[in-house]
T-cell receptor, first 110, second 113 residues
Framework: GIQVEQSPPDLILQEGANSTLRCNFSDSVNNLQWFHQNPWGQLINLFYIPSGTKQNGRLSATTVATERYSLLYISSSQTTDSGVYFCAVVRAGNNRKLIWGLGTSLAVNP | NAGVTQTPKFQVLKTGQSMTLQCAQDMNHEYMSWYRQDPGMGLRLIHYSVGAGITDQGEVPNGYNVSRSTTEDFPLRLLSAAPSQTSVYFC????????????FGPGTRLTVL
């Protein structure tokens, strides 16, 4: 099956710093999403981005499907950005299941 | 829209008991799924459904049953609870079977003693 690898596994930032999270996947995909799980456990969809670039406030994401990776950029980080960031993909073809990476755990210190 | 709702939020069971976790969505989404999340193991797919009357197994289906009698509801049944089923359970839905954004419920924290 398709492999989804996220890096780094852990990240500690000072408030105001920028960061880049990476998601590598081993096969072509029809669906790629980034999620944020906050410290209270809620999973929030950040981006649906099987290809191209999107921006939402201080967050942006780029997926280069031909090279099988996606990047999530967090600018001017805030303490509320803390939590775990997950990348999940659906392999191309007649597949329906989202396959998940293990996440990047981010802590933003004041 | 209420989005994806789950009940209960917390549950404690004894080994061998059965129970049903409820999940509902009001977005008319075709695809619904159940995950469990355990420390260090990420999210694992238990069962999913691509429409009313259609369900299929995910990665870790043993010990769980599902049904999808309506588009809105997708309950997860634990047949005979075991301590290994202690976990946080998430229900999710998305409009498209393959594409589209996936939305999650708030989760159910289950402890089996």
């Amino acid at each position: 099956g398709i492999q989804v690898e996220q890096s780094p596994p852990d990240l500690i930032l000072q408030e105001g710093a920028n960061s880049t999270l990476r998601c590598n996947f081993s096969d072509s995909v029809n669906n790629l999403q980034w999620f944020h799980q906050n410290p209270w456990g809620q999973l929030i969809n950040l981006f649906y981005i099987p290809s191209g670039t999107k921006q939402n406030g201080r967050l942006s994401a780029t997926t280069v499907a031909t090279e099988r990776y996606s990047l999530l950029y967090i600018s001017s980080s805030q303490t509320t950005d803390s939590g775990v960031y997950f990348c999940a993909v659906v392999r191309a073809g007649n597949n329906r299941k989202l396959i998940w990476g293990l996440g990047t755990s981010l802590a933003v210190n004041p | 829209n209420a989005g994806v709702t789950q009940t209960p939020k917390f549950q404690v069971l004894k080994t061998g008991q059965s129970m049903t976790l409820q999940c509902a969505q009001d977005m008319n989404h075709e695809y619904m799924s159940w995950y469990r999340q355990d420390p260090g193991m990420g999210l694992r797919l238990i069962h999913y459904s691509v429409g009313a009357g259609i369900t299929d197994q995910g990665e870790v289906p043993n010990g769980y049953n599902v049904s999808r009698s309506t588009t809105e509801d997708f309950p997860l049944r634990l047949l005979s609870a075991a301590p290994s089923q202690t976990s946080v359970y998430f229900c999710a839905s998305r409009a498209g079977v393959i594409t589209d954004t996936q939305y999650f419920g708030p989760g159910t924290r289950l402890t089996v003693l």
